[in-house]
C-alpha cells in the first residue's frame, strides 16, 4: 500500500502557474504509475495526466496539453503537476493517485487526499 500526500495548491491569477508535488510513502514508489486528476466543484472527477513507472510515457486530456507538464522523481518519491497559463477552467481540486493501471488514464488504487487550486480573474 502506498499513501500519498499533495502539496503546492493555491490562489493564482489567469494565465500564471502553479507546481504541484505529490508525495507518496513506502519503498516501492517505481512499481506504480502516477496520475494526477481534478474536481471542479460540483463536477465530476477528471483525469488530467499520467506517468509511467519510470516516466518514459506520458499522457495528457486534451484541455491541458501544452500547459500541463507531469514528472516523476523516483529517487524522491514524489511526481509533479507544473501547471502553466492556468485559466479559470482550471479551479478544481487537483488529486494525485497510484496504481497498475490498465492505460496512463486508469483505474488507479491509491489517492491521495486533495489539494485546492483556484485560479481567479
Known amino acids: 500500500q502506498v499513501q500519498l500526500v499533495e502539496s503546492g495548491g493555491g490562489l493564482v491569477q489567469v494565465g500564471g502557474s502553479l507546481r504541484l508535488s505529490c508525495a507518496a510513502s513506502?519503498?516501492?514508489?517505481?512499481?506504480?504509475?502516477m496520475g494526477w486528476f481534478r474536481q471542479p466543484l460540483g463536477k465530476e472527477r477528471e483525469f488530467v495526466a499520467g506517468i509511467s513507472r519510470y516516466g518514459s510515457s506520458t499522457h495528457y486530456a486534451d484541455s491541458v496539453k501544452g500547459r500541463f507538464t507531469i514528472s516523476r522523481d523516483n529517487a524522491k518519491n514524489t511526481v509533479y503537476l507544473q501547471m502553466n497559463s492556468l485559466k479559470s477552467e482550471d479551479t478544481a481540486v487537483y488529486y494525485c493517485a497510484a496504481g497498475v493501471p490498465v492505460n496512463l488514464r486508469g483505474p488507479y488504487d491509491y489517492w491521495g487526499q486533495g489539494t485546492q487550486v483556484t485560479v481567479s480573474s
Open positions: 513506502g519503498r516501492t514508489f517505481s512499481m506504480y504509475a
